[in-house]
């Protein structure tokens, strides 16, 4: 009896923890994506269409144009939404901790790996793994990341045993990596393999119309205690200005 009222006791605590958790993530949710522009109407148009596929997307853009926010909506129209969007960063990494990051090791693989760690890619089962500026990953993780994509298995850093993965990838970068596969920088068969379906996000000097909204959202976001209005003066600033940091130099 004693055992069976702990077991009871621990479950409850568990869906308490996880209720809490899922609060948490939900908070740091991304937003819908807010546009008036008929450039951002076209690339909703694209994810709506591609969303509900398995269909691996490249996503195309200058910095801080919001592709991230783009690879969760794609994300959020497929029949994996139930499950958290899994990003990973190629710029962040150093190339040994970006594989280790990716694909996971096993213990004793490198100094300091005292024990088994699975990867995103692992975590990402069921899920969407977001691949965030693709353009900067070295050649060696492009050959890895190749072969997951065209055989759905991977290998742990340090394992021989083969691992099997129903992940689904979106990448997304601000360099030409069309042009780097032409000149050798990046391999032109995994350009290609991303390249299945592609979106452009344009710069938000090329859309101004969707600078005021922005503006507006990010402003109610921010002034929540204290309710603030942008007077009109202000909004032609805003709309003069070419905003060379997109949307994040926008919201900052």
Do not use: C
Not at 202 to 219: M, N, Q, V, Y
């Amino acid at each position: 009896l004693e055992l069976t009222v702990r077991r009871v006791l621990e479950n409850a605590e568990l869906r308490e923890s996880n209720r809490f958790y899922r609060t948490q993530l939900a908070s740091h949710h991304p937003g819908p994506l807010v546009f008036a522009s008929q450039a951002m109407r076209d690339v909703q148009a694209l994810i709506d269409a591609v969303g509900p596929t398995d269909t691996t997307v490249l996503i195309l853009g200058e910095s801080g144009t919001g592709k991230e926010m783009v690879a969760q909506a794609i994300h959020d129209r497929s029949p994996r939404a139930q499950r958290e969007l899994v990003a990973i960063d190629g710029s962040g990494l150093q190339e040994n901790l970006f594989e280790s990051e990716l694909f996971g090791h096993e213990r004793g693989a490198f100094t300091g790996a005292d024990r088994m760690k699975r990867g995103l890619i692992e975590e990402a089962a069921g899920s969407t793994l977001f691949l965030d500026e693709i353009g900067d990953i070295g050649p060696a993780i492009q050959a890895k990341l190749l072969r997951v994509m065209e055989t759905s298995t991977f290998r742990r850093l340090g394992g021989n045993k083969t691992h099997s993965t129903d992940a689904r990838f979106v990448a997304a970068t601000n360099r030409d990596i069309e042009a780097m596969s032409r000149s050798g920088t990046f391999r032109s068969d995994l350009y290609f393999r991303l390249s299945r379906f592609v979106i452009t996000i344009p710069p938000l000097r090329e859309r101004r119309e969707d600078i005021e909204p922005l503006a507006k959202h990010f402003l109610a976001l921010l002034t929540r205690t204290t309710p603030m209005t942008l007077a009109p003066d202000a909004l032609k600033l805003l709309v003069a200005y070419d905003w060379p940091g997109n949307v994040r130099e926008l919201r900052n």
